[in-house]
């Protein structure tokens, strides 16, 4: 049996950045709309990952999250790559916006590899996009997330490789998600995709 950890402690705004000196750097990049009615996420808290063979009990608290709404939460990464959060750079690489989406992040963040679903498939399919299954944040912005699930020999193994993110901010603060799609399709809003907190799993 294994224990990893990972260690949210980002003053994160929905630009969130990290470098190879400052593990938890952030940016403090919002879009012009959202300046005035949004109020940068303090995301704090803590991943505790305890492995058994291919058997993952994954424990995630967090504090200053958006209130009452889905975040979903993953592992990232490429098996064998240097995988890392992505700079306040990539902002702007597919849409001029100051934002982090997915597809910008892809290239630092790596592919979803597990997914930490209150319910049902953990993988990196269809659950992984699925707010309906997502852990809620409390009426105080806050997850107390544990859930035990197998995952695939090759994560387990290479698991401190990896890295957790946490995403969803709502930047006008109207209590749900809204606004234009983001880079993941129709049906799922920039805000929910945004990455709000990020730490490698050691």
Request: with cysteine; hydrophobic share 40%.
């Amino acid at each position: 049996m294994s224990v990893l950890t990972a260690a949210f402690a980002l003053a994160a705004t929905p630009a969130l950045a990290r470098n190879a000196s400052n593990r938890a750097a952030t940016s403090p990049v919002q879009s012009a709309a959202a300046r005035s009615t949004y109020s940068a996420l303090n995301v704090t808290g803590s991943a505790s990952l305890t492995l058994s063979g291919n058997i993952l009990t994954a424990h995630v608290t967090a504090s200053g999250l958006s209130p009452s709404l889905p975040h979903l939460m993953q592992i990232h990464g490429t098996v064998g790559a240097q995988n890392d959060c992505p700079g306040a750079s990539v902002a702007d690489d597919r849409v001029n916006d100051g934002l982090i989406d997915t597809a910008e992040g892809l290239p630092a963040d790596g592919p979803i590899d597990i997914t930490f679903s209150t319910s049902g498939s953990t993988d990196a399919g269809p659950a992984a996009l699925n707010l309906g299954t997502a852990p809620v944040a409390t009426a105080a912005g806050t997850i107390n997330y544990t859930r035990t699930f197998q995952i695939p020999g090759k994560f387990a193994a290479r698991l401190s490789e990896l890295h957790v993110v946490i995403h969803g901010a709502d930047l006008n603060g109207i209590n749900g998600y809204d606004g234009v799609d983001g880079s993941l399709g129709v049906g799922i809003p920039l805000e929910a995709e945004i990455p709000v907190s990020c730490s490698a799993i050691n």
